[in-house]
């Protein structure tokens, strides 16, 4: 349910035009978290990977419970993808400083998946909603 919950905040932050369609005295409180949306973005890039490669030390529950080894790689590749994008300059700053060639690459994955930002984020919602829902059904 954490990574649930953690993909929602994640997306709110990633499509603030679609949250501020809906409710416009939000845009104070996403004002207040901008300065930190790098930061906010290295540590869920880093949880999301963490996610992919949980999910893969526990290719068991493929037999067991399939659905929510499903959920957790979809969610936590979601999570990667958003994290990665919203912390680009940290990530880009803290390890990939020295390292030319790393940050080329980096900037041609970042160019590939920054137009998908705001459908990442509306997926994220999905997503993140649909683990917190199959977290209650799958692991109970």
Known sequence: ???GISLVLLSIIAVPSLIL???PNAAELLAKIEPYQGWIGLVFCFWGVWGIISAF???GWLTSIPIWWITLLAGSVVEAGLGFLLGYGQI??????NNPKAQEKAALIREKIAPMQGK??????IVGAWMIVA?????S
């Open 1 to 3: 349910m954490i990574y």
């Open 21 to 23: 369609s809906k409710k």
């Open 57 to 59: 030390l526990n290719m």
């Open 92 to 97: 880009s700053k803290l390890f990939l400083g």
């Open 120 to 125: 990442l984020g509306v997926l994220g919602l």
């Open 135 to 139: 977290s209650f059904m799958f692991l």
